[in-house]
């Protein structure tokens, strides 16, 4: 009994050694296919590497063995454009941005930025080049300006530069010249354009920016100055404020300037502080005005004499100068050419102030067609 019992004892040990044995290699199987996934795994991405590193070798080159393999990122997928953005570009009007690209002559550096705070509509300008319009397929040259206005926007009213447009249909340029003058100046200046960073240039449409310049035919040429604001802090006080006093000049020969016959004089006599006044020599006497002004107590009674042999040097000078004036305009009409004298006799002025639109003031009651005092009055006002 006892023998049979320990043989059974040792068949259940013996069994249960088996049952022990069969589950270690069971174990060591699955670790097995586990390590050889992650081998293979590493395996595809070696080659996946290798592959790379032949593409970017010259044929019959070995690539270098690297101890580590380093996993590749995923390509960065490209995001298409929405439609929107090509939608809004063509869009854009041919001509949209062409008075902005015209440089406001005369107005003052720090009030520039005013002129843009509206988004002023110039449809009407763009229109003028379009087939049946005043500028279409004509040669013009444009400058601009801004007319401070009192106008009523947004339920209120405040002074507002309104910028406008003025545009001269010429075969060739109006004048390569800038007027110079104020109230505050004794004299007025003619200059060169280009001594005040101003010339005329060929404005190129949207539709052809990326064409070389040289290739291009325009019919268009605005003023632009090339003087920058930053630059205004290294210029002397009298030299910026050059810049806001500029008028574009023109010198019309054919028509009378109404400066040849005017009787007046501007003066300024120096004392303290001085004496500002215009004197007609044809209705005034500088005697009564120095009088005038003595008894304001503006003038000093010790400075009468003085005074009034300021004035009559003033009035010799404007005589003078009417008289230069009309002699030179003879001369100018016999020195030039008959080309010249049908231009000059053809060229047409036109002033095109913003349409009304909801995004800024309504500027249609204070319209004007004078432009200034050398190109005086616009043949045509829109």
Known sequence: MKKGAKRKEAAGKAKAKEEAKDATATEEQNAATTQEEGTNTKSAAAVEKSESVQENHKEG???KKNKKVVKRQAKRTKIAKPETEAEYLSDKRNLEDLWQEVFPVGTEWDQIDMVYQYKWNFSNLEDAFEEGGELHGKKVYLFGCTEPQLVFYQGQSKVTCIPVVVAVVSPFPPSDKIGINSVQREAEEILPMKQMKMDWVPYI????????????????????CTQRRAGLKHLKLERVKKFEYCLPYFYQPFAEDEFEQSTI???????????????DWEFDEPEEMADKFIEAEELA??????????VKEKVKEGKRSNREAREARKKAIQDMSEEAKAAFQSMKFYKFYPVTSPDAPDVSQVKSSFINRYYRKAHKVL
Not at 265 to 279: D, H, R, S
Not at 301 to 310: L, S
């Open 265 to 279: 004089v501007q003066i300024l006599f120096p004392t303290e502080p001085p004496v500002f006044c215009e004197f």
């Open 301 to 310: 009674a010790d400075k009468k004499d003085e005074f009034v042999e300021f």
């Open 205 to 224: 449409p949207l539709e052809k920016r990326e064409a070389q310049v040289e290739r291009l035919k325009s019919q268009i040429f605005i003023l632009r």
């Open 61 to 63: 080159e070995e690539p």
